[in-house]
Every structure is written in C-alpha cells, then in structure tokens.
T-cell receptor, first 115, second 112 residues
Framework: SQKIEQNSEALNIQEGKTATLTCNYTNYSPAYLQWYRQDPGRGPVFLLLIRENEKEKRKERLKVTFDTTLKQSLFHITASQPADSATYLC??????????????FGQGTTLQVKP | DTAVSQTPKYLVTQMGNDKSIKCEQNLGHDTMYWYKQDSKKFLKIMFSYNNKELIINETVPNRFSPKSPDKAHLNLHINSLELGDSAVYFCATTRQGTDTQYFGPGTRLTVL
C-alpha cells in the first residue's frame, strides 16, 4: 500500500533563509500531490497542488517540485519569516491516478523560523 | 462567514458515554469527510459522504456512525467511547471533480 514519509519531524531555520521540506512516497506515482499548512489548534489549510506532469509550481514565496523518478516532492519557502512557522503536511490520493478524494497524509514537518 | 464549522470545539467525556460532533459547510460542496488526527499528528481519513451518500468507510469501528441530513451537514456520532478515541476530529469538504480539501477547525475529544 502507498506510504508517505516526510523526512524531518522538525526543521529550524533562520529568518530570511530558504526552508526545504521533503515528501517521499513509496509505491505508485500519484496523479497529484498536495501541500497543506497546519497551525496549532487549527485545521490544515491548502497551499499548493502539483500534478504528475508538472515539474514545478510556484505561488508567491512557495515553490513545489515533483520528481516521479525519485518518488519525491520538495516544498520550498524562500525568504522565510517567523510567520511561516507551522506544520506542513503533504498529501496524495490513496488510489493513485484516480481522483477518489481519499487522501493520505504524511506525518508533517514542523518548521520553526527564528528571527 | 466560516466556510467549514464544527461544534463543539472541545469535548471531554467519560469512557462508555455516547457523544456527537457536528459539521456544517457553507461552500456548497458535494463531498464531506471526517478525519482523525492522533497524538502523533497523523491525519487519517475515516469517512466520506457525497451528496448524503456514504462513499468511503476506512475500517472504522461500528461505534462510529456518520450521518448526513443534507449536503451541508455531516455529523459524527460515537457510541461507547473508549480511551483510544481521544484525538482531534476534523471535518473537511471538497467540490466534486476538484482535489483541494477545506478543513474545519477541529474538535478535540478527550475520553477519561
């Protein structure tokens, strides 16, 4: 069965640096991969979605890459700010290329940006 | 206006009790979900409803029974609560044919 692993449970970086978070999956390549942000005591909030035929996607200071050969997605936050401190979750559809809405989530990486 | 709302925000109860959590969405979405997030922060899907019909049931014990009275509501009733049911429960929605899910603020359930 498909598994997702986010390599770091916690990542600490200095303000202004680029944060890079990793998401690896083990089995079939999904049709898409999503990234969510979760703040303490709140529900996850959607950030970006990247499809299997896209290598890279950007939104303001956020960039996501998708490498189906490596079975990996990287999530970058450039010019990081303390307000970026949160837990970031990657997710993909459990059934690969069919969009069932049945997402499986990684365990999350908690990013701490220090001023 | 809150897009996806849940009540209550916190629920503390004794083992063996029966409790309900309510979810309402005003996004006009067709599909609603219940997720459980345990103490290790893993977020796992429990149920999915599409237009009031159950379409996903992820091997959740029979003590958990979702009910969708209409497209905008998905409630979760839990019978005979156990210690292991303690977690944060999230409701989420999505528009059919799209992939993005919108989550509610969560309900923290503590079973003593």
């Amino acid at each position: 069965s498909q598994k997702i692993e986010q390599n770091s449970e916690a990542l600490n970086i200095q303000e202004g640096k680029t944060a890079t978070l990793t998401c690896n999956y083990t089995n079939y390549s999904p049709a898409y991969l999503q990234w969510y942000r979760q703040d303490p005591g709140r529900g996850p909030v959607f950030l970006l979605l990247i499809r299997e035929n896209e290598k890279e996607k950007r939104k303001e200071r956020l960039k996501v890459t998708f490498d189906t050969t490596l079975k990996q997605s990287l999530f970058h936050i450039t010019a990081s700010q303390p307000a970026d401190s949160a837990t970031y979750l990657c997710a993909l559809d459990m059934n690969g290329s069919s969009n069932t809405g049945k997402l499986i989530f990684g365990q999350g990486t908690t990013l701490q940006v220090k001023p | 206006d809150t897009a996806v709302s849940q009540t209550p925000k916190y629920l503390v109860t004794q083992m063996g009790n029966d409790k309900s959590i309510k979810c309402e969405q005003n996004l006009g979405h067709d599909t609603m979900y219940w997720y459980k997030q345990d103490s290790k922060k893993f977020l796992k899907i429990m149920f999915s409803y599409n237009n009031k019909e159950l379409i996903i049931n992820e091997t959740v014990p029979n003590r958990f029974s979702p009910k969708s009275p209409d497209k905008a509501h998905l409630n979760l009733h839990i019978n005979s609560l156990e210690l292991g049911d303690s977690a944060v429960y999230f409701c989420a929605t999505t528009r059919q044919g799209t992939d993005t899910q919108y989550f509610g603020p969560g309900t923290r359930l503590t079973v003593l």
